[in-house]
């Protein structure tokens, strides 16, 4: 008796959410064909319920977590982005600076103007890897490592998304 009952509950169940699931998509589109306007207080007018990508596109917030840059002359070489980045995409080589090279070099007074006491040697980020986790910048005591709005940056290779910011190149807008 108790194996009929399971039965008959699991039908009803299936018939239970696929009804939920339909009705979910057919007051969508209701709502997109203008048949149904006022819904609980909210005006839901009528029209396309998407946009058309990549004619129209859309408006990213600010402090959304998208291709990471490197605003090199601000980088102390510190290597904390590289220590605290969970998937290691981020590889930075540095040396001391020799007495010949300007031991009083300072960052821009955008970046803090904080002494540069190693030579960056490298400084590259593979964004095949990057998680947009925003560790990196977080730590970054210059703040010359940034996320930026730029969402479309994709590639047919994947090697081309590991980017060299010392000899930075690529043919996607150059972030501001």
């Known amino acids: 008796m108790s194996a009929l009952k ?16 339909m009705s979910i998509t057919g007051r969508a589109f209701l709502k997109s064909n203008g048949m149904i306007k006022n819904q609980g207080g909210y005006n839901y007018g009528a029209g396309p319920v998407t946009i058309s990508y990549p004619e129209v596109k859309d408006d990213i917030p600010s402090i959304s977590r998208n291709r990471l840059f490197n605003h090199v002359e601000g980088c102390i070489a510190c290597n904390q982005c590289a220590v605290i980045c969970p998937v290691e995409c981020i590889t930075i080589e540095s040396r001391r600076k020799t007495p010949e090279e300007n031991p009083d070099e300072r960052t821009p007074e955008n970046f803090g103007n904080k002494p540069v006491k190693l030579k ?33 940056y994709s590639k047919y290779d994947r090697d081309s998304l590991n980017y060299d910011y010392l000899r930075f190149k690529d043919d996607n807008p150059f972030p501001k």
Do not use: M, R
């Open 6 to 21: 399971e039965y008959f509950g699991n039908i009803f169940t299936a018939v239970k959410t696929v009804s939920k699931g």
């Open 120 to 152: 960056l040697l490298q400084f590259d980020i593979d964004e095949a890897l990057c998680c947009f986790c925003g560790l990196c910048t977080e730590v970054c005591p210059t703040e010359c490592l940034v996320h930026t709005t730029e969402y479309e």
